[in-house]
């Protein structure tokens, strides 16, 4: 009822419920959908035993994952805004990283690496994995680092190097033994 000079007048609003109760039928649909979205993304996360950061452009960790902090000995929040490459051993390892971190700025391809770090605890792993460059709207920028421990293939592999050089050891101690042999007939023969 609205008392206007001339006379009083009712106003009637009137509303398509029916759409409105559609369109709210669609976001409660879309709310759920991301709402199981997010909890498999969750649950895939929790489970996947492969490491995930986000290092900005120096290098500097914005985002780890639970898998990530495991595999690096620390917790999450003690991981964001630590220099990754300074868990890296110096020398070859660090460098490498650094080298395929600058090549992921640059071009956007992805870039394999392995490398050693040295674990809060003191003692060394080896990770193999892969950088790449991402942007994601305005929220997320940098280097996608994906990685997982090889410490166990490493150390077979250098086990297995160790035991090739032994063999080369005893193969030439082998050899030298049968040249000496061979000399020492000669010489005995015409004697």
């Known amino acids: 009822r609205v008392e ?25 649909r879309t709310e759920a959908n991301l709402s199981r979205t997010e909890a498999r993304l969750a649950a895939f996360l929790r489970n996947m035993a492969e490491g995930i950061l986000v290092l900005d452009d120096d290098h500097a960790i914005t985002y780890a994952s639970e898998a990530a902090a495991a595999q690096l000995g620390c917790p999450v929040d003690e991981l964001i805004g630590a220099r990754f490459t300074e868990y890296c051993r110096p020398g070859p390892s660090r460098r490498d990283v650094e080298e395929a971190l600058r090549r992921t700025g640059s071009d956007g391809g992805p870039q394999s690496m392995r490398y050693e770090v040295q674990l809060p605890d003191g003692s060394h792993r080896w990770y193999s994995g892969s950088a790449q460059h991402i942007e994601i709207e305005d929220d997320l ?11 166990e293939h490493v150390e077979a592999e250098q086990e297995h190097q160790r035991d090739s050089q032994y063999l080369n050891y ?21 004697l």
């Open 170 to 190: 005893l193969a030439r101690y082998n050899a030298m033994g049968d040249m000496a042999m061979a000399i020492a007939h000669e010489l005995g023969q015409p």
């Open 141 to 151: 920028e940098g280097s996608l680092l994906l990685f997982h421990d090889v410490t």
């Open 4 to 28: 206007l000079t001339e006379r009083t007048v009712v106003m009637v609003q009137f509303r398509d419920i029916e759409r409105e109760a559609l369109m709210r039928s669609d976001l409660v």
